[in-house]
């Protein structure tokens, strides 16, 4: 690593890292652990699918704070982890975390980003498998719609992750409505899917819808806590 200077960089950004920049092979270490943790979160979530609130579950799996997590605190470097493992008397599994309390808090640790890349990686695998199969009324074109579908919905919930981060709540809202639009466009694709098929179609279409409107309860919780922020942030300048 190499030492940097901070002066120009804006207020609070690096705050409390340390006087070293990361080089390109600190940040690749870095990114890997966060496909690590995605595809841990995948792992979880498939133990405990069949849970009433599997998404809740596998996040007290990972270790996170009840509490930060059904808040999802809109301030990144706020958001605590769980460092008793225990949560609500139950032992989580943390081992295969890598992440040291002094490397910079980004996007891709936020429990939000873990969450909507995991179902989303969750979502596509499943979707490839049935693709496998040549069901007789998948044409290209349901295909590409499906796939754009859910690219975008992906994309929007991690800018608005982005926006988050920048501090601009507004922004963030409008990003959450067009993921949540393309979202709905994702579900209403899968019910055109006939049952002709229903050894592989029905599995897919209920494993998921569950899968998109889990992700659906994350983004509104969101937009909740923007939309709180704006309300906090107008009463502070009034």
């Not at 040291?100 to 969750?122: G, K």
């Not at 991690?158 to 067009?178: E, F, N, P, R, V």
Request: glycine fraction near 4%.
């Amino acid at each position: 690593m190499s030492n940097y200077d901070f002066d120009n960089l804006s207020e609070g950004e690096w705050e409390d890292r340390g006087e070293t920049a990361w080089n390109e092979f600190d940040w690749q270490q870095y990114l890997q652990q966060n496909d690590r943790d995605i595809d841990k979160f995948c792992s979880f979530y498939e133990k405990v699918k069949n849970e009433t609130n599997p998404i809740n579950e596998a996040a007290f799996l990972m270790g996170w704070d009840h509490e930060d997590w059904s808040h999802l605190d809109l301030e990144f470097e706020d958001f605590n982890c769980n460092s008793t493992g225990e949560i609500n008397g139950k032992l989580h599994e943390d081992e295969d975390s890598d992440y040291d309390d002094l490397e910079p808090y980004t996007l891709h640790r936020h429990p939000a980003f873990i969450v909507t890349r995991a179902l989303y990686r969750d979502l596509k695998k499943h979707w490839e498998n049935f693709m496998k199969h040549c069901p007789p009324n998948l044409t290209p074109i349901i295909t590409w719609q499906y796939s754009n579908s859910i690219h975008r919905g992906e994309l929007n919930a991690i800018l608005s992750l982005q926006a988050i981060d920048m501090g601009d709540y507004a922004l963030a809202i409008c990003h959450l409505k067009t993921a949540l639009s393309d979202l709905n466009q994702s579900i209403s694709i899968l019910q055109t899917l006939s049952n002709r098929n229903s050894r592989v179609i029905t599995p897919l279409k209920k494993r998921s819808v569950k899968n998109l409107f889990g992700i659906r309860e994350v983004w509104l919780q969101m937009m909740k806590e923007c939309r709180e922020g704006l309300r906090r942030r107008y009463q502070d300048e009034e």
